[in-house]
């Protein structure tokens, strides 16, 4: 992808929005994904990523996980987005993963069962369903939901939209149209202060954990 694509330029002011509210946001990000390793995801999830999706993986893998070790003793560190990890190529494979795994044990009618328990926000465009293997996971907190890019939109959605998924998610609902809306979105947010979780103590690596959330974005 070039740096000319829309997405590199929404990445870019993400990011700086996120600095200027106090947060370590520049030193997150892991570098750039393999293609070879997109492509293969793509392959083995039989998923086409959006262009945006791609074009994301080509300024980041996701991002280093709290309190990244090698960049100095237990460095300040924070969550890409609110609540939630931006996921790794590979680590996104793993969690889908877990969810065709589930598919495949409990079949068409199984799933259903699931799916009854489900409801979708207002007339956000999304599937009625448990999970849907035609969404990517994007970002998961640490209950194991997800921001999830969908390809299978309900009428009236857009392949490429950012939903809310997971086991503690009973809601579906999209929180925008696409990767650049999301990060657009985010950049014009109000950001709460910083306020660090865990103790003090230097040689806690929960002490430099910035959390921060805004949750009409989740």
């Not at 570098?31 to 959006?50: E, M, N, Y």
């Not at 328990?117 to 849907?132: L, Q």
């Not at 194991?144 to 939109?153: E, K």
């Amino acid at each position: 992808m070039t740096s000319d694509h829309p997405v590199a330029a929404t990445w870019s002011a993400w990011l700086d929005a996120l600095s200027t509210a106090g947060y370590p946001a520049h030193a997150m990000p892991r570098p750039p994904a393999d293609p070879g390793a997109v492509a293969d995801a793509q392959i083995q999830a039989r998923i086409r990523f959006p262009d945006e999706l791609r074009a994301l993986y080509s300024l980041a893998d996701g991002q280093f996980p709290g309190s990244p070790r090698g960049r100095g003793p237990h460095p300040p560190s924070t969550d890409l987005f609110p609540t939630y990890e931006f996921l790794a190529v590979a680590d996104a494979l793993v969690h889908w993963g877990g969810w065709r795994d589930l598919h495949t044990e409990y079949g068409t009618s199984g799933m259903a069962d699931f799916d009854e328990h489900i409801t979708v926000r207002g007339n956000d465009p999304v599937r009625r369903e448990y999970w849907n293997l035609a969404w990517w996971p994007l970002a998961v907190d640490g209950g194991g939901n997800f921001l999830a890019v969908d390809t299978d939109p309900a009428p009236g959605g857009t392949i490429g939209q950012v939903i809310v998924a997971g086991p503690d998610e009973d809601e579906r609902r999209r929180v925008a149209t696409g990767v650049v809306g999301y990060l657009r979105r985010l950049a014009a947010a109000d950001i709460p202060p910083p306020a660090p979780s865990g103790g003090t103590d230097p040689a806690d690596p929960t002490a430099a954990v910035f959390w921060w959330d805004v949750d009409h974005l989740r």
